[in-house]
């Protein structure tokens, strides 16, 4: 079940996806065949496989950005697939992070991890508090004013993540995070996504193509010919919960 964090508190949902198809242009382009996959509360699980084999596809419909042809998604007590409006799901169950971080240049870093505080009702003072709160959390309190052009890539990737954290979403997706980055950054990222799951318990699915990145998730799942494969077990999710 969920796991032990720090905070006591476990944050994070189960993802359960249920013989999930999905094609494109008539049924032409065969992205997934038929994929079904668990993911524990609390457990990182790397999606990996060769490109084009559906990665961002699954991910895409795990966040309610499209819909898969048959079978059922269900993300905590949301059943995704069951959604007629999916946006209030995607803005607080949801943090998505992507290879490429999408901050908007002509806002500072604490501005863009402010994006999505606004319209919620919560008073600007504690918007910047928080987004302030964040912006430490990544290690970066010291560039909070910086416009995203003046950043480094690894920077600007723990930008992005921070504001994918603002609403302390349950679950979190990640589209090869560090698919643009060298490996010590990428292992940075890697490194703070492990604490993110540690602090917040938050659940991570991680699609990446670089196999230290995978070895650093709780288990690997490989999509072929739209197919999921169980891969390497690296640590088990009952003993990381057993451990104090
Ligand atoms: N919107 C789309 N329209 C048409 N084909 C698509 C679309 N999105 C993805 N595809 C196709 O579906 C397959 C899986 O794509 P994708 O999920 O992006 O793979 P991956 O992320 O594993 O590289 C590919 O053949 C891709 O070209
Ligand atoms: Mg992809």
Same mark, same amino acid.
């Given at each position: 079940?969920?796991?032990?964090?720090?905070?006591?508190?476990?944050?994070?949902?189960?993802?359960?996806?249920?013989?999930?198809?999905?094609?494109?242009?008539?049924?032409?382009?065969?992205?997934?065949?038929?994929?079904?996959?668990?993911?524990?509360?609390?457990?990182?699980?790397?999606?990996?496989?060769?490109?084009?084999?559906?990665?961002?596809?699954?991910?895409?419909?795990?966040?309610?950005?499209?819909?898969?042809?048959?079978?059922?998604?269900?993300?905590?007590?949301?059943?995704?697939?069951?959604?007629?409006?999916?946006?209030?799901?995607?803005?607080?169950?949801?943090?998505?992070?992507?290879?490429?971080?999408?901050?908007?240049?002509?806002?500072?870093?604490?501005?863009?991890?402010?994006?999505?505080?606004?319209?919620?009702?919560?008073?600007?003072?504690?918007? #910047?508090?928080?987004?302030?709160?964040?912006?430490?959390? #990544?290690?970066?309190?010291?560039?909070?004013?910086?416009?995203?052009?003046?950043?480094?890539?690894?920077?600007?990737?723990?930008?992005?993540?921070?504001?994918?954290?603002?609403?302390?979403?349950?679950?979190?997706?990640?589209?090869?995070?560090?698919?643009?980055?060298?490996?010590?950054?990428?292992?940075?990222?890697?490194?703070?996504?492990?604490?993110?799951?540690?602090?917040?318990?938050? &659940?991570?699915?991680?699609?990446?193509?670089?196999?230290?990145?995978?070895?650093?998730?709780?288990?690997?799942?490989?999509?072929?010919?739209?197919?999921?494969?169980?891969?390497?077990? &690296?640590?088990?999710?009952?003993?990381?919960?057993?451990?104090?």
């Amino acid at each position: 079940m969920a796991c032990d964090v720090a905070s006591g508190v476990p944050r994070g949902v189960a993802v359960t996806i249920e013989g999930v198809r999905k094609s494109f242009e008539g049924g032409r382009i065969r992205a997934l065949e038929e994929i079904s996959l668990r993911v524990e509360p609390g457990e990182i699980v790397a999606l990996t496989g060769p490109s084009g084999c559906g990665k961002s596809t699954l991910l895409n419909m795990v966040g309610a950005l499209d819909r898969p042809d048959a079978g059922r998604i269900q993300v905590g007590d949301v059943e995704v697939t069951a959604l007629r409006d999916p946006v209030e799901y995607r803005a607080t169950t949801i943090g998505f992070v992507f290879q490429f971080h999408h901050l908007i240049p002509t806002l500072t870093a604490l501005e863009n991890v402010q994006l999505p505080l606004l319209g919620r009702g919560i008073a600007r003072a504690e918007r #910047v508090r928080r987004a302030r709160e964040l912006v430490a959390e #990544v290690g970066l309190a010291d560039r909070e004013r910086s416009s995203p052009a003046t950043l480094s890539g690894g920077e600007r990737q723990r930008i992005a993540l921070a504001r994918a954290l603002a609403l302390d979403p349950p679950l979190l997706l990640a589209d090869e995070p560090t698919g643009a980055l060298d490996s010590a950054t990428g292992a940075q990222i890697v490194a703070l996504l492990q604490r993110v799951r540690a602090e917040r318990g938050t &659940t991570i699915l991680l699609v990446t193509n670089d196999d230290r990145v995978a070895l650093a998730a709780d288990r690997i799942v490989r999509l072929r010919d739209g197919r999921a494969e169980e891969g390497a077990v &690296t640590r088990s999710v009952a003993r990381r919960s057993g451990e104090a």
